[in-house]
Structures are given as structure tokens and as C-alpha cells.
């Protein structure tokens, strides 16, 4: 069953933009890319999801490469609030998701 | 306001028994999912429903059963043959089961062996 793959760590500035990235590398053509994030102790939010063309929304954006095998999640003005472990899934024809280990954002004030 | 609510939030089992956690859902889906979370790891799926009384196996099913009877009710069995059940268990819900739509998560229930 294919992963997607992420860094492990990644650490920001508040105010600034930060690009997570993620290796989809086999991803099929009907799967959805999906970030969530996790804080510790709590069930994992929803972020953004999307299938071939860039996504926005008021959380996030989302750029999936045009070969499909990367994405990036772009937090354009990062918060304190936005710590916390990002995951890139797979959103499968049946609605599974497959998780990865994450990348844990750090965001120093 | 509607959600996920799981409980209870902290679960212990004795050697040999069996435990129920509860998932219940206002959200009208149809789509229902439970996930295990070990320390420092993603998710994994242990069994989705898709509609009423209808259940599939997800990758680490063993020791684990599930049922489906009420829309908006997912409860899951962590049996005495899950030999390692000590864990954060997720329970999610999705307007569809498709891969299109995002999933709800609830606030989980930490599983501890006594």
C-alpha cells in the first residue's frame, strides 16, 4: 500500500509563509490528496483536499504538481496556533485514508 | 452544533476482557471510519462503514470487531486477541465513503492495558 512521504520537522516564523511538502510518488489517478493536522491528545483536522488543480481555501492553499506525485500545503501567514503535526494522505475510491508519520511544524513567535 | 463524539476519553482493560469504545455521530454521514494511533505514528484504518449494516475490513482488523445497526452510531470491540491493544483510537465520519469527501474526526479514546 503506498505512503505518501513527508519531512519529519519543519520549523517557521510567525507571520510568514510555510510550504510543507509531500511525495505521492504512486498515487493513482482516482486518489484525493488530503492534509490534516493533529494537535497532541486531539482527533486530526481537516485542512484541505484536492484532486488535480490547486485548492484554496481560509485555511490553506494546496499545489498538487502537474505529474501528480508532490504536493505542497502553503500556510501563508503562519500563527502560533498553526503548531501542530500535518499529515498528507490519500484519499482512496472508497474513502480510506493512508497516513505517513507527518511533519510536525514548529512556528517560533 | 454537530460532530464526532467518542467516548469514554480514557478506557483500561484487564487481561482477557473485551471493551467497547463508542463513536456517535450528528452529522447525517454515511460513511463511517476507526482508526488506531500508536505513539509518534499515523494513522492506521482498522474497519469503515460505508452505510447501515454494512462493515468492512480496513489493514489491521484482528482483534477488533464492529457494528453498524444506526446511522449514527459506529462502536467498536477491542477483543481479547488483540494482543497489544494499548493505543489512541480515532473514529471519523465522511458524508460519502469517497475518496473526494474529508473525513471528521472525533477527540479519541486512549486505550490502556491494567
Known amino acids: 500500500d503506498a505512503k505518501t512521504t513527508q519531512p519529519n520537522s519543519m520549523e517557521s516564523n510567525e507571520e510568514e509563509p510555510v510550504h510543507l511538502p509531500c511525495n505521492h510518488s504512486?498515487?493513482?489517478?482516482?486518489?484525493?490528496i488530503h492534509w490534516y493536522r493533529q494537535l497532541p491528545s486531539q482527533g486530526p483536522e481537516y485542512v484541505i483536499h484536492?484532486?488535480?488543480s490547486n485548492v484554496n481555501n481560509r485555511m490553506a492553499s494546496l499545489a498538487i504538481a502537474e505529474d501528480r506525485k508532490s504536493s505542497t500545503l502553503i500556510l501563508h501567514r503562519a500563527t502560533l496556533r498553526d503548531a501542530a503535526v500535518y499529515y498528507c494522505t490519500r484519499g482512496t475510491s472508497y474513502g480510506k485514508l493512508t497516513f505517513g508519520q507527518g511533519t510536525i511544524l514548529t512556528v517560533h513567535p | 452544533d454537530g460532530g464526532i463524539t467518542q467516548s469514554p476519553k480514557y478506557l483500561f482493560r484487564k487481561e482477557g476482557q473485551n471493551v467497547t469504545l463508542s463513536c456517535e455521530q450528528n452529522l447525517n454521514h454515511d460513511a463511517m471510519y476507526w482508526y488506531r494511533q500508536d505513539p509518534g505514528q499515523g494513522l492506521r484504518l482498522i474497519y469503515y462503514s460505508q452505510i447501515v449494516n454494512d462493515f468492512q475490513k480496513g489493514d489491521i482488523a484482528e482483534g477488533y470487531s464492529v457494528s453498524r445497526e444506526k446511522k449514527e452510531s459506529f462502536p467498536l470491540t477491542v477483543t481479547s486477541a488483540q494482543k497489544n491493544p494499548t493505543a489512541f483510537y480515532l473514529c471519523?465520519?465522511?458524508?460519502?465513503?469517497?475518496?473526494?469527501?474529508?473525513?471528521?474526526f472525533g477527540d479519541g479514546t486512549r486505550l490502556s492495558i491494567l
Open positions: 504512486t498515487i493513482s489517478g482516482t486518489d484525493y
Open positions: 484536492g484532486l488535480t
Open positions: 471519523a465520519s465522511s458524508i460519502l465513503g469517497q475518496g473526494s469527501q474529508p473525513q471528521h
